[in-house]
């Protein structure tokens, strides 16, 4: 039996050495993805959360007195960058897309405020933004930079300037923030680390889950062809046959992985701050579920065509759901809930702890168990559901 | 060597299979001959273990075949109607991989051997996709001969093939059937079974129809002899019905008139008698019955229907 699984392991690394484009596409493909989520998603975690370039807010007031207490608050913010305009001209850029937030500050606006501050009966001055809907995110951040300036210059002008909370030096107490990644704690470096650590493990995955269905339609294709047929007339159990394959599928699969977590170590340097030896259990456990995976898609589809699209939206909905695109914490309760049933969740979940958790060997032994159990349930439906004639 | 006794096969509904029996001796050329659907392949699959017969029995040498039977599964080359290879991989690659899993001893030794059979000696380290077709054929051959086995089974080798393979793959049988190796060979062509077998097997809608060497199975026709008239110009009404009177399942094309005579020498006779004068007489011709013939008889189509 061993020999035949490694004839079988040889022949179809053979095979995929051979044909060196896809073998390119292969590694490329999640590598590419990876990188562009990882300059996009990186580059927000390297700041907090917050957007890498500054926001611009557009200010238009008939009073430009008034507003130099305002604007020499703002000017400090962290996150956005003032420009004064027209009430005409702020509402026609934020409406071409030009600027995520105007705000329109009325004649007389800080003496009324400071006025109503601590008096319900006194008439409020209304303070009008212009918001572009599409960047929310920014808007948000912009509108909490702006509201504190507001509030300080109010409070400032109502009670003196020791009251102004949103200066440094009146705040009565101090804040620290502490991220329970490694990184973290080893006194390291940021959140850039677990993001980028996080994307690469997961669109590796995916990368390795799309090897799958690919190795599925190699099959599919070689029964179209006859091979399986010519295979069944050898004197060996055609299932060792299919045992050769998920082997051979988890060594390509262990490749990618191996190939796209080094391109994400080289390119951006994260660090891999768990157990090694941990990390490997979890490539080589998520390398054989995903190829039991392919052996499980060849088992139940008929035609190529067939199970092609099927597959591809199944593998979709498992990455998308299973976190592999977005971490599962931003999930509602019930897809984290429901992502549980997906092996992917379990295999970027193991990696992840790995890779920027800092965790031991000992924490990817659930994840790798689960896997395990994933790859038995994949493989025992393929075994005996795989269909070996066309007819 | 091989016997079927009341082997049948469905496939839901279907009978692919029904009632078959034959025999094959040792060191035998035998031809299972049938148009497209007739359950040649069906039958085959069960032959080689590759199926499992819904009734009957299939026995090798003493020894019920089955998909689980390996020892008997190994004394068999099994050639299947596609070409059967990784086409990505070099002839090779392909003999190498194949060759493993029947366990060989000095597989590489083994791998040229059977290329230099098939005539493929100076391509073993080219890719499948870059061969012609025939070649393709003969080493989908070669992959069955690679573990020495003592029977051959056939699907259909020659489909796609140029003439000048053709008789290559031929070669090489008959000089395989002359070393010893039992050989059973389906087509739907005539002309291949006639030439290369010695006992044949005609199938038609699952069924077995008529078996023994062409002599045998040239006797289910009746005893009739046909023959072709080539006139110098087509003949001349009258005369045309003057021989339609006598010979009712008569043909005429063009110059040619064809009928079935029951004793040769007095139709010939009395044919040429009643042509004298009235029509110019350039050749007769008797032809001897084919296997085309008796599937025609037997069955009321053709072979490639």
């Known amino acids: 039996m061993l020999k035949v699984i490694l004839a079988v392991v040889r022949k179809d690394l053979l095979q995929y050495f051979t044909d060196r484009r896809a073998v390119l596409i292969s590694l490329m493909v999640p590598l590419g993805i990876a990188c562009f989520m990882a300059v996009i998603f990186g580059s927000q975690s390297a700041s907090g959360g917050k957007p890498s370039t500054k926001i611009t807010v557009l200010v238009a007031t008939k009073n430009k007195a008034e507003l130099a207490p305002l604007l020499e608050r703002w000017n400090k913010a962290e996150s956005v960058t003032i420009k004064q305009v027209s009430e005409q001209e702020a509402k026609a850029q934020v409406n071409a897309g030009q600027a995520p937030l105007a705000i329109i500050v009325p004649d007389g606006f800080v003496v009324g405020a400071s006025n109503a501050f601590g008096d319900s009966t006194a008439a409020k001055p209304e303070l009008k933004f212009i918001a572009d809907p599409t960047k929310s995110l920014e808007v948000g951040i912009a509108k909490g930079e702006l509201m504190g300036g507001i509030m300080g210059v109010i409070v400032e002008n109502k009670y003196g300037k020791a009251f102004a909370l949103d200066q440094k030096e009146n705040s009565p107490y101090t804040t620290k923030t502490e991220d329970l990644s490694a990184e973290k704690q080893q006194g390291a470096a940021d959140d850039r680390n677990a993001t980028i650590a996080h994307v690469f493990a997961g669109l590796a995955i995916q990368g390795i889950l799309f090897g799958a269905i690919e190795s599925a339609m190699l099959l599919m294709r070689d029964r179209q062809k006859g091979l399986l047929k010519r295979l069944t007339a050898a004197p060996i159990s055609p299932r060792w046959f299919l045992m050769g394959r998920i082997f051979s599928s988890t060594v390509k699969a262990l490749f990618v992985l191996g190939v796209v977590l080094m391109g994400g170590i080289l390119i951006f340097h994260f660090k891999i701050t768990g157990s090694l030896v941990g990390l490997a259990l979890m490539l080589f456990t998520s390398a054989l579920m995903t190829a039991s995976f392919g052996l499980f898609v060849s088992a139940l589809g008929r035609t190529e065509a067939q199970s092609r699209g099927l597959s591809t939206l199944v593998v979709l909905i498992m990455t998308m759901l299973g976190g592999a695109w977005f971490p599962a914490s931003m999930f509602p309760d019930w897809v984290q809930v429901i992502s549980k049933c997906i092996p992917v969740r379990w295999a970027v979940d193991g990696m992840d702890a790995m890779t920027w958790r800092g965790q031991e060997l000992a924490a990817a032994l659930p994840f790798a168990g689960v896997l395990l159990l994933f790859t038995v349930g994949f493989a025992a439906i393929g075994l005996t559901r795989f269909r070996w004639d066309t007819e | ?305």
């Open chain 2, 1 to 305: 060597m091989l016997s079927l006794r009341s082997v049948s096969k469905k496939f839901g509904a279907r009978t692919a299979v029904s009632d078959v029996s034959f025999e094959v001796q040792c060191g035998e050329f035998f031809g299972l001959l049938g148009p497209n659907g007739a359950g040649k392949t069906t039958t085959l699959s069960m032959i080689v273990g590759t199926l499992l017969a819904d009734s009957g029995s299939i026995n090798l040498e003493g020894a019920q075949m089955n998909p689980s039977a390996f020892g008997e599964k190994s004394k068999i080359g099994f050639v299947p109607q596609e070409t059967a290879l990784y086409e990505d991989l070099s002839a090779n690659a392909n003999l190498q991989f194949f060759g493993s899993l029947y366990g060989l001893q000095s597989l590489p030794e083994r791998c040229a051997t059977v290329l230099r059979q098939v005539g493929l000696e100076d391509r073993a380290a080219d890719r499948v996709e870059n061969f012609s077709g025939g070649m393709k054929r003969r080493l989908n051959i070669a992959v069955a001969l690679l573990h020495h086995p003592k029977l051959l089974v056939l699907d259909e080798p020659t489909v796609g093939v140029d003439p000048q393979s053709r008789n290559q793959i031929f070669d090489t049988l008959e000089q395989l059937n002359r070393d010893g190796m039992t050989i059973i060979y389906t087509s739907h062509y005539m002309e291949e079974v006639e030439r290369l077998c010695s006992r044949i097997a005609i199938m038609d809608g699952g069924k077995l129809i008529a078996c023994g060497t062409k002599a045998d199975i040239s006797k289910l026709l009746p005893d009739l002899n046909l023959l072709a008239l080539t006139f110098a110009e087509p003949p001349p009404a009258d005369l045309l019905a003057l021989l339609l009177l006598k010979y009712p399942d008569l043909k005429a094309e063009e110059t040619v008139v064809t009928v079935q005579v029951a004793n040769l020498e007095v139709d010939v006779a009395w044919i040429t008698s009643q042509l004298a004068g009235k029509a110019n007489l350039k050749a007769i011709r008797s032809d001897e019955s084919s296997l085309e013939d008796v599937f025609l008889h037997l069955t009321g189509k053709g072979l490639r229907d």
